[in-house]
């Protein structure tokens, strides 16, 4: 026992080890300090978090819900969460809900039952109906990735990304533009379109309804809605996919119909996933700060559970340029 080795109250070296580390000088001596961290790193010795959440009702659990870990967006999202969490004490989970309202729902109550002390939602849907259910039940939460109602969350400036390729693709001479826009319940898509759609609107060009299209976020599901636009008549210029995910499944559906990505048809995505400049056309993308809106997520949600006020953030995103899209018209 550390306390024996030491000569020590128990409870003086109790409080050494769960002091937080501006706090140390309040538990004891810096000399006392030194010596208790000292032993208890020589011995491997780690606080058990069990026994820390008994004396403090608390179970510094935080459970985080995402439609998918397999999508590389989310996981990468997650990994902020989960580092952030490790610097604040805490520790996550993480549980798939496939963006099924169902799921969600059971989801949420596998995560409560486990009487965590906050929740993280990735799956919002932009009417927020579910979220006041579980606003109600007490839990604090924050969103990342989507936003919904008034409830805290950290995204990207999904509006502002879109805008971005709007310009780039009017600065090329684009006039007859499609969008690939996600699913229609998800505040990604819906801001990014918006913002796309606005800047050609600004430029005096109202796109029509027809070139807009909704999809899943994925390859299979951008395949299949860029099919639908291009089976409906002339081709547009470009195609703006909300995900580069989506547009990767554009590029299949414009190869299947005998046009060239970048040269026929120019295709921008969002998000800048690792692959994206690695295509064999590399995509015309919009950075998402991924991994910083998990840690801002998490470091929210640690305020809000201090007791503090907070409001949602908008993380600046940054247009990649690369060959799908650099094509000027003739």
Known sequence: MLADRLGLHVSTVSRVLHAKPDESHRAASSATVERVRRLADELGYRPNPHATSLRTQRSNLIGVLVPRLSDIVLATIYEGIEEAAGEHGLSTFVTNTRDVPDFQRARTDMVL??????????????????????????VPF??????????????????????????????????????????????????????????????????????????????????????????????????????????????????????????????????????????????????????????????????LLQGEEVSSERLRPELMVRASTTAVLT
Do not use: Q
């Open 113 to 138: 039952a486990r009487r965590v002390d906050g929740m993280i939602f990735g799956d919002a849907y932009i009417d927020a109906g579910f979220l006041g259910e579980v606003a109600a039940r007490g």
């Open 142 to 303: 924050v969103l990342v990735s989507r936003r919904a109602g008034d409830y805290p969350s950290v995204t990207c400036d999904d509006y502002l990304g879109g805008r971005m390729v709007g310009e780039h693709l009017l600065s090329l001479g684009h006039r007859d533009v499609a969008v690939v826009a996600g699913e229609p319940y998800a505040s990604t898509g819906i801001d990014r379109s918006a913002g796309f759609a606005d800047a050609y609107a600004e430029a005096g060009i109202e796109i029509p309804a027809h070139r807009f299209t909704h999809s899943r976020f994925d390859a299979r599901g951008g395949h299949e809605a860029t099919e639908r636009l291009l089976a409906a008549g002339d081709p547009p210029s470009a195609i703006f996919a909300v995900n580069d995910f989506a547009a990767i499944g554009a590029f299949g559906a414009v190869r299947d119909h005998g046009l060239r990505v970048g040269a026929d048809v120019a295709v921008a995505g969002f998000n800048d996933t690792p692959l994206a400049a690695e295509l064999p056309v590399p995509l015309t993308t919009v950075r998402s700060p991924m991994h910083e809106m998990g840690r801002r997520g998490l470091e929210l949600l640690a305020r």
